[in-house]
């Protein structure tokens, strides 16, 4: 079946870096797109990225472009997204989703909450 | 301020059907597939309806969409208290480049069965 399970949970630092994993089983990692996706607390969910496995190719949200890097690693079927500069209002869970052909996402993490605090 | 417009909040007795509506515009809805999201509390999101109106295998035909224009709406009919969630519609936009399309989610619409 398949299955998105992504670390856990993170407490950094204002202007500490985080690394969130998302590793994929049960079906060809490279012919999906990943998208990663936020939602802070109280609020709605928001759009990070996406990036393609077979290839690698990524593009970002506007606002966070410079600070959002997505990443894969094909011999683990694993996705990253490190987020750096870290402000509080990066506090939220964090999702990365599947997507075959860019129309819907379809399977879903079950999501890493990240805390920024000092 | 979310690129597509949901109602907050929508509230219906079990039994009976609530619409939750989506709207947007040309670079988005207009021009790409609907897709709606529900979130049970402390889940992660699920897919409901993908491609405007078609649901994957499992969901209930109690949930419907539909689109029009710029505009979407979700049906859900025989509200079950199970049903209690926020529901957030998405679509991908193109307004900032044509090569470089974004996805945009509605701000969600929390559903109460009364």
């Known amino acids: 079946q398949v299955q998105l399970v992504q670390s856990g949970a993170e407490v950094k630092k204002p202007g500490a870096s985080v690394k969130v994993s998302c590793k994929a089983s049960g079906y060809t990692f490279t012919n999906y797109y990943i998208h990663w996706v936020r939602q802070a607390p109280g609020q709605g969910l928001d759009w990070m990225g996406i990036?393609?496995?077979?290839?690698?190719?990524?593009s970002y949200a506007q606002k966070l472009q410079g600070r959002v890097t997505m990443t894969r690693d094909t011999s683990t079927s694993t996705v990253y997204m490190e987020l750096s500069s870290l402000i509080s209002e990066d506090t939220a869970v964090y999702y990365c989703a599947r997507d075959l052909d860019g129309r819907y996402l379809d399977y879903w993490g079950q999501g890493t909450l990240v805390t920024v605090s000092s | 301020q979310s690129v597509l417009t949901q109602p907050p909040s929508v509230s219906a007795a079990p039994g009976q059907k609530v619409t939750i509506s989506c709207s947007g515009s040309n670079s988005n809805i207009g021009n790409n597939y609907v897709s709606w999201y529900q979130l049970l509390p402390g889940t992660a999101p699920k897919l409901l309806i993908y491609d405007n109106n078609k649901r994957p295998s499992g969901i209930p035909d109690r949930f419907s969409a539909s689109k029009s224009g710029t505009s979407a709406t979700l049906d859900i009919t025989g509200l079950q208290t199970g049903d209690e969630a926020d529901y957030y519609c998405a679509a991908w936009d193109s307004s900032l480049s044509a090569t470089s399309a974004t996805v945009v989610f509605g701000g969600g619409t929390n559903l109460t069965v009364l």
């Open positions: 990036i393609n496995p077979s290839g690698g190719r990524t």
